[in-house]
């Protein structure tokens, strides 16, 4: 995990450090404002926020030597943050652009069986490592709600990223873990489905939002991909 973050952190330019900026780039918090609004919910008080820990009356804690990747990963579940997948999309789809290949997004939220014990381990820890387990090293996943993980797939169009969501979906399913009844999915691609960061985000949360809306079927959860764009 240091070193994913830590080659992550060189791609999208983490720095900051004397910016006074919570330790993000001026530019990546500037451009990143809008994609953070449109994620899907906030999650927890206690959560990281564009950097910076949340502390009890409101405070922002640096801390440089709590290191950069206290900056940009979810604490209980070790996947990077809303904030620095705000960051990536848009150094990713100019790295698409210029390369000349697709890219996708896929958002994916967890739908509970039952209601949580108290005191159990993490639901969203358990689904973490699920995600972790079944994508490649070169893709990246961000928790990006309470519930919503986001992944950022290189090189690959929308159907891939379906194949992607459906591996996640039978690999919960293979778990020993049984509180997590399905996994809804909304899928969306550079450049089928948008060519902006913003646009993209909203187009994969309308799927998103489809999936959710059609959970009750039959199966291991809808796996929803945004209707292609008129040229």
Known sequence: ?????????????????????????????????????????????????????????????????????????????????????????PTKLATARRRLWPLSIVLMEGVPAEQEPEGAPSVMAAFAARVLETIRAADVACRVGERTVALVLDDTDEDGAAWVAERVQIQTARSADRRIAKVCCGVAAYPSHGIEAHELLVTAREALARSIAEANGPGLGPVIVAPTRPL
Do not use: H, K
């Not at 791609?11 to 330790?23: D, E, I, P, Q, T």
């Open 1 to 89: 995990m240091l070193l994913v973050a830590g080659v992550s952190l060189a791609l999208v330019g983490v720095v900051g450090r004397g910016s006074g900026a919570w330790g993000l780039g001026g530019t990546v918090v500037a451009g990143s404002a809008t994609l953070v609004a449109l994620l899907v919910r906030p999650y927890s008080a206690t959560s990281t926020r564009q950097g910076g820990q949340l502390r009890e009356g409101g405070d922002v804690e640096l801390s440089a030597s709590a290191g950069d990747l206290e900056l940009i990963a979810d604490a209980e579940t070790g996947l990077l943050n809303a904030a620095f997948f705000a960051g990536l999309l």
